[in-house]
């Protein structure tokens, strides 16, 4: 039996997913449409349910597709749209929507970040504050106190996705390095979260995820998602990193001095470096 892996991508577009044997050769591939929710004219949402029956009916198109039979799956991951966040309680479900970084309900609380501790943030994450996680964190705590209180962490739709076919509860929670620089309360260079940006802005700590490595395992498909994916309980499930991570790596990036340009649902420009260096001079790059 041919042994391989799957990977993912949650993206604004859609969930895409494809599956390669260990050497490399790509067996299927399987696309399905997002649907976002416009309430009004600025707010964007998804549903993080929605999002991961997407996962599991790709995975499912995929092994159905295989060239080679039922091939065995070694391996799950993801990566997704990195800058917006679900908040999830105790039990590992979703308390809030999607809240996709195409939603743009917290920009006075942008503002009020980059007034209080800009170069801070700048400094220590590698990202100004912006329609990213940090002031999205705030608005749910300032505007949505009530459910802000029942979240136990904030994670991405790949995060989300992991956690439920793995079948984790909210202490399993967590964030995979890639997206530090968008967290608005981590100290990238060490790899953790910052006390002192936490304490500025009246942050409970235990709402942050834990962080991880990209190959981290973080869990198993559990036998609760196995009809839904097709494939057997036990197989792997892989931190993953950020879509635009993985975008650089799938073009060769991976040395300093490359210049990465995309023209996407987002434009980045970026140049790779060896080691953490935010742009405080210029405030350019981040």
Not at 11 to 28: H, I, S, V
Not at 82 to 98: E, N, Q
Not at 143 to 161: D, K, L, N, T
Request: proline fraction near 6%.
């Amino acid at each position: 039996m041919t042994r391989a892996v799957i990977g993912l991508d949650i993206g604004t577009q859609g969930t895409k997913g494809a599956l390669f044997t260990e050497a490399g050769d790509r067996l299927a591939v399987g696309f399905e449409p997002s649907r976002l929710h416009r309430p009004d004219a600025v707010n964007v949402e998804e549903d993080p349910e929605r999002q991961l029956a997407s996962v599991c009916r790709v995975i499912r198109a995929c092994v159905r597709q295989a060239r080679v039979g039922t091939p065995s799956i070694a391996a799950i991951a993801m990566s997704d749209q990195m800058a917006g966040l679900i908040g999830v309680g105790r039990d590992g479900r979703k308390v809030t929507p999607y809240d996709s970084w195409l939603d743009m309900r917290c920009a006075p609380y942008i503002g009020r970040m980059a007034r209080k501790a800009g170069d801070a943030v700048r400094d220590r994450t590698g990202c100004p504050p912006s329609f990213n996680h940090g002031p999205k964190i705030l608005w749910w705590k300032r505007e949505r106190p009530w459910v802000y209180r029942s979240i136990r962490g904030f994670v991405q739709p790949a995060g989300y996705a992991a956690m439920r076919l793995c079948g984790l509860d909210g202490s399993g929670a967590f964030l995979d390095r890639t997206y530090l620089h968008f967290s608005g309360f981590a100290a990238n260079r060490r790899g953790r979260w910052d006390p002192s940006l936490c304490r500025l802005f009246g942050l409970d700590p235990s709402k942050l995820p834990r962080i991880v490595d990209s190959t981290d395992v973080v869990g198993e498909l559990c036998r609760g998602m196995v009809e839904r994916c097709g494939i057997r309980a036990g197989v792997p499930v892989v931190a993953g990193c950020g879509g635009t991570a993985a975008s650089f790596m799938s073009c060769g990036a991976t040395r300093e001095g490359v210049c990465v340009d995309v023209a996407g649902t987002e434009s980045v420009f970026a140049v790779t470096t060896s080691d953490f260096r935010p742009d405080l001079g210029h405030r350019m790059i981040g």
